[in-house]
């Protein structure tokens, strides 16, 4: 046969093909989480190390061994490991060390409520890649290793946030677990709180999602012409509220989208954080999310509803230091762009960061042990820099009363 008679492919898709095509898809997803995130549990924490534990804390090693092996202390000792002194720590350990030892301000309880106002925090961004949901995770982690109590809400229907939560969004999640039920009935018994879970991670919960929450996008725009008084855009505000006496922050992911949800968080949060990758076509995405979100709030204004935000913080993300990037150059539109919103932290890339994201992890997610302490330190010090730079934001208002 020449090669002018082979067959061509058969390209043509009905959509009755599509319903047999995902179910295929779905499977073989399924196959895939198990085999990365088998045997269950499927997630643990990290364990610390009793140097990771002296950086948390600020204090040197030589005292956390005296204090872990005191006779009568309250604190946890952790374990003997190997030979010598050395101790490892579980993730609950390091969190109560952190808020007994180290000098970081923590927030009173008062009859188990805290007396301040938890803060919400977004992270919004329109381009695919961008590390958002990454930087959500690393962020309420990174928050939490300061002694905060943080919940993450998932406003994204691929649910890609409550997978780094350990959950599989289609196995261990239905409609009914995410805020989807809130948003149909704003008066459902337990509010908001009823639909939050713990996670892995200790002092960390979740509100999880799912690929319904896409229903939201029509039942919001419904009931606002329905009811002209409906205001969509405050049912999450609403909802969070009573959920601030409980935790320090609240973390809201969303779809890479202006959706009716996302418009919710951005109305919700109190402060917001842009992940950008210093590519030229992240940077032009960047600029289109302003000028839609700035029409979108031309709009509330003109209708008496305004906000302030605490900041707005732009990040940049998955940052190549090599010769031939292009980060220098972006990195200089975004100064010129954002000006003081642009962080001076800046998270590097990394082959830890892929391999985590592989398996559902984060870079927080490893222990020392787990790849080469370097190549860890490199990306997690940024980011251990950058959440303390959000919480010494909000511990001055809390110290200030507010």
Same mark, same amino acid.
């Given at each position: 046969?020449?090669?002018?008679?082979?067959?061509?492919?058969?390209?043509?898709?009905?959509?009755?093909?599509?319903?047999?095509?995902?179910?295929?898809?779905?499977?073989?997803?399924?196959?895939?989480?198990?085999?990365?995130?088998?045997?269950?549990?499927?997630?643990?924490?990290?364990?610390?190390?009793?140097?990771?534990?002296?950086?948390?804390?600020?204090?040197?090693?030589?005292?956390?061994?005296?204090?872990?092996?005191?006779?009568?202390?309250?604190?946890?000792?952790?374990?003997?490991?190997?030979?010598?002194?050395?101790?490892?720590?579980?993730?609950?350990?390091?969190?109560?060390?952190?808020?007994?030892?180290?000098?970081?301000?923590?927030?009173?309880?008062?009859?188990?409520? &805290?007396?301040?106002?938890?803060?919400?925090?977004?992270?919004?961004?329109?381009?695919?890649?961008?590390?958002?949901?990454?930087?959500?995770?690393?962020?309420?982690?990174?928050?939490?290793?300061?002694? &905060?109590?943080?919940?993450?809400?998932?406003?994204?229907?691929?649910?890609?946030?409550?997978?780094?939560?350990?959950?599989?969004?289609?196995?261990?999640?239905?409609?009914?677990?995410?805020?989807?039920?809130?948003?149909?009935?704003?008066?459902?018994?337990?509010?908001?709180?009823?639909?939050?879970?713990?996670?892995?991670?200790?002092?960390?919960?979740?509100?999880?999602?799912?690929?319904?929450?896409?229903?939201?996008?029509?039942?919001?725009?419904?009931?606002?012409?329905?009811?002209?008084?409906?205001?969509?855009?405050?049912?999450?505000?609403?909802?969070?509220?009573?959920?601030?006496?409980?935790?320090?922050?609240?973390?809201?992911?969303?779809?890479?989208?202006?959706?009716?949800?996302?418009?919710?968080?951005?109305?919700?949060?109190?402060?917001?954080?842009?992940?950008?990758?210093?590519?030229?076509?992240?940077?032009?995405?960047?600029?289109?999310?302003?000028?839609?979100?700035?029409?979108?709030?031309?709009?509330?204004?003109?209708?008496?509803?305004?906000?302030?935000?605490?900041?707005?913080?732009?990040?940049?993300?998955?940052?190549?230091?090599?010769?031939?990037?292009?980060?220098?150059?972006?990195?200089?539109?975004?100064?010129?762009?954002?000006?003081?919103?642009?962080?001076?932290?800046?998270?590097?890339?990394?082959?830890?960061?892929?391999?985590?994201?592989?398996?559902?992890?984060?870079?927080?997610?490893?222990?020392?042990?787990?790849?080469?302490?370097?190549?860890?330190?490199?990306?997690?010090?940024?980011?251990?820099?950058?959440?303390?730079?959000?919480?010494?934001?909000?511990?001055?208002?809390? &110290?200030?009363?507010?």
């Amino acid at each position: 046969m020449k090669m002018s008679e082979l067959p061509g492919i058969e390209r043509h898709v009905k959509l009755s093909d599509l319903g047999e095509f995902a179910e295929r898809l779905s499977l073989m997803t399924n196959e895939l989480r198990e085999q990365i995130l088998a045997p269950r549990p499927r997630k643990n924490a990290p364990v610390f190390t009793i140097g990771e534990l002296s950086e948390l804390c600020g204090i040197d090693r030589q005292k956390i061994n005296y204090l872990a092996t005191k006779e009568g202390g309250d604190l946890p000792p952790g374990q003997a490991h190997g030979t010598g002194r050395a101790r490892i720590f579980s993730l609950q350990d390091v969190r109560i060390w952190v808020q007994q030892v180290s000098d970081i301000y923590q927030t009173p309880l008062v009859t188990g409520t &805290r007396e301040h106002r938890g803060r919400a925090l977004i992270t919004a961004n329109f381009k695919g890649g961008s590390c958002k949901t990454t930087t959500s995770m690393c962020i309420a982690q990174g928050l939490s290793l300061r002694g &905060r109590k943080v919940l993450v809400i998932d406003l994204d229907p691929q649910a890609s946030l409550s997978e780094l939560c350990g959950l599989y969004a289609e196995k261990d999640i239905t409609w009914e677990d995410t805020v989807l039920p809130f948003i149909y009935d704003p008066n459902i018994e337990g509010g908001l709180g009823s639909k939050v879970q713990t996670t892995y991670w200790d002092g960390l919960d979740v509100i999880p999602a799912h690929n319904y929450l896409h229903d939201a996008e029509f039942h919001l725009p419904t009931a606002q012409k329905t009811n002209p008084g409906f205001e969509f855009w405050s049912v999450l505000r609403k909802g969070i509220e009573p959920l601030r006496a409980q935790y320090d922050y609240i973390i809201l992911d969303t779809a890479p989208s202006l959706s009716y949800m996302t418009l919710n968080g951005l109305m919700a949060a109190d402060s917001m954080v842009m992940p950008l990758v210093p590519e030229s076509l992240d940077f032009i995405s960047s600029v289109s999310f302003w000028s839609l979100f700035a029409e979108v709030a031309n709009g509330f204004v003109e209708h008496e509803v305004d906000k302030t935000y605490d900041f707005i913080s732009v990040l940049l993300s998955k940052v190549d230091y090599g010769t031939t990037s292009s980060a220098p150059v972006v990195r200089s539109w975004a100064q010129r762009a954002y000006g003081d919103w642009l962080h001076t932290s800046e998270i590097p890339a990394s082959s830890v960061m892929s391999n985590g994201a592989l398996a559902f992890s984060t870079v927080f997610d490893l222990s020392r042990s787990d790849a080469v302490t370097k190549t860890l330190a490199r990306v997690k010090q940024p980011l251990m820099d950058y959440c303390k730079w959000i919480d010494d934001q909000y511990v001055a208002q809390w &110290r200030a009363g507010q």
